[in-house]
């Protein structure tokens, strides 16, 4: 059996007013991510992560901030085609560790909607998806509430 391990990191700034998706839940706080998508960071963590295991390059690569089409879009369906190029490549998913980093609002009372719709996305069990969050300890632009940092660690298997 061949198995592959992928890291993904991303971060994004928050901005007054702008509304705030983490692993494709809307979070109720006065700042939001901003970016080209939806700025979900946890899933573009979990996309680079899958994308490198399988030796796909990156999420920027394959879902540039510069095309039109990619406005806007649900962070989900990036997630999606993500895992149907792994799958082309004959790639299942073993297992997803991730880590949220930001001072608020508060992640836990909301993973357990993440991971059921972030697992379905994917195909794989809610087990086989972990999802942390801590703060900064209130250091650095985490610490002053100017950006939030998603970290994620996947295992891909060859079917």
């Known amino acids: 059996m061949k198995i592959k391990v992928g890291f993904g990191f991303d971060v994004h700034q928050l901005k007054d007013g702008h509304p705030f998706f983490m692993g494709s839940v809307q979070l109720e706080h006065h700042k939001g991510a901003f970016g080209h998508s939806d700025a979900d960071v946890l899933i573009h963590a979990i996309c680079d992560a899958l994308l490198g295991a399988a030796n796909l390059r990156d999420i920027g690569f394959h879902f540039s901030n510069t095309d039109a089409r990619w406005k806007g879009i649900s962070s989900v369906i990036l997630l999606e085609e993500c895992v149907k190029m792994l799958q082309e490549k004959n790639y299942a998913i073993g297992n997803i560790d991730c880590m949220i980093c930001l001072e608020a609002p508060k992640i836990n009372p909301h993973i357990p909607a993440m991971k059921t719709i972030l697992a379905k996305a994917m195909g794989i069990s809610e087990d086989d998806l972990s999802i942390k969050a ?26």
Do not use: K
């Not at 250091?139 to 939030?148: A, H, K, L």
């Open 134 to 159: 801590t703060t900064n300890e209130q250091m650095g632009f985490i610490g002053r509430e100017e950006g939030v940092v998603a970290y994620a660690t996947v295992l891909i298997e060859r079917v």
